[in-house]
DNA sequence: TAAATAGTGTCTCTCAGACAGTATGGG
DNA sequence: CCCATACTGTCTGAGAGACACTATTTA
């Protein structure tokens, strides 16, 4: 750094500047009684205070390294999970969607496994898990609507042509489970045969030599193979038509 | 509204709460001399000043109803062209990658055909088309290394399972002119046959009866049947490997 | 009619879809 | 031994890859 800019960042001042107000806003997914659900948080504050919202807050950039973190942290906050899959879907920024004034969030979502929530976070009054389907016909605060929508549709999108939606199942699963999942978010019956064939072809799970008891004949426990992150390049788990080439 | 709310919005002084800096960033992209290459900007303030940058700059809350619109408006200063293909890629948001403060920045990239710029533009000092492996290898401002990877990657992924590449041609091209296209994009030669069977079957091109002077058998040229817009749907142009399912 | 590029015919092999069939547990 | 659910065998049809072949232009 040369002198010259030295004394340039030490004459700056950032806060002369009126920039948007910015916040991270999560859709927070788990499947549930054989549905997709979004937790929604009622609204304790003005504006659009009553209304159900997604979880979410302003960056605190004295808390927060990264957007990252705040997504981390209000995730933490609301479900006490640490390690989710997180992954930033899109970002809304304008003049209209709040009404303190021209507004930016960062939407990200979380997939989580219901099973490793806290029982006790279930009986919150000002939270609460809901259908996506359901949700989207709720008058949600601002332009979460919308938000909603985009993430749903990208967790959808997914769900064709990756492997992610694994990382809304426990440690150790069964292939009909997995079946299931994909089938609850692409809202399409697959064909059994297929899944297998391609899951297995994938090289992604592997077998426990685990069963967990049942009153019929018990499945098979897999577990992952390895670690799902942001980015990951598995192959997809549905047939896809080829592309363009 | 309610007056409770009303009261509360009249007390409301966002300027009260440091937010981070907002920038938007963009990738624009066209193909020339048989390569990718992306427009980069010779930086004339601090911080980084005299390195090349991608352009970018402030969100102006007066004067940009959103973020496209902050894009748009950068993209029509540095190129002339006002409706290119626009799409958000990422959001980075943290302490340390501008060392005026907690710095914010939306990515998005744009396609352009390179024949539509105005001629006059390519002789300006401080603004010039790198070929994009090139422009990897200089020492670009802030963190635009890692934004100029995520566009190009978000670019090339769409080339394998999207028709996107399509608006870096120009409004009539040949079926071979998009076939080099994709292959610059993806790295590797197609098959020939196999590629126009896809383009042909996705029913996105149509013949225009017309040709282009040429010294050899001059080729069909075709038009988009429809326009290409963010998230518009069409089927990829090369063959990927089928899903999960 | 030669050269060069545009564009096609057609074989093969892979694999998704379909679905009937087998396996394995508890009652 | 019956039932329900887990899991497999196998046929078929679609279509991607490969590549040799034909077509069309100028010189």
């Not at 969607?97 to 099973?115: E, K, M, N, Q, S």
């Not at 549709?153 to 069964?174: Q, W």
């Not at 994938?202 to 019929?216: K, L, M, Q, Y």
Request: hydrophobic residues 40%; charged residues 30%.
């Amino acid at each position: 750094m040369t002198d010259d800019e030295r004394k340039f960042l030490e004459a700056y001042d950032a806060s002369k500047f009126a920039g948007p107000l910015a916040t991270v806003d999560m859709a927070i997914f788990c499947i549930r009684d054989d549905a997709l659900h979004v937790l929604l948080i009622k609204r304790g504050n003005h504006p659009d205070k009553g209304r159900w919202a997604l979880p979410g807050g302003f960056v605190d950039t004295r808390r927060d390294a990264d957007t990252h973190a705040t997504a981390l942290r209000k995730l933490a906050e609301k479900t006490g999970i640490a390690t989710p899959y997180l992954e930033q879907v899109v970002t809304v920024g304008s003049s209209n969607r709040d009404p303190r004034g021209w507004a930016l969030t960062v939407l990200y979502f979380a997939l989580i496994d219901h099973a490793a929530l806290n029982p006790d976070s279930e009986n919150v009054e000002d939270a609460e898990w809901v259908d996506v389907h359901e949700a989207l016909t709720r008058d949600l605060a601002f332009d979460h609507r919308d938000l909603l929508t985009r993430a749903a549709r990208r967790l959808a999108d997914k769900a064709r042509y990756s492997a992610l939606p694994l990382k809304l199942l426990p440690a150790e699963f069964t292939l009909v489970e997995t079946q299931r999942v994909f089938e609850i978010l692409l809202g399409a019956p697959l064909e059994k045969k297929s899944f297998r064939r391609r899951i297995l072809a994938a090289d992604i799970v592997e077998e426990t030599g685990r069963t967990r008891p049942s009153a019929r004949r018990p499945a098979q426990l897999y577990r992952l193979t390895r670690d799902i992150q942001e980015d990951f390049a598995f192959p997809g788990l549905i047939h896809t038509k080829p592309a363009l080439l």
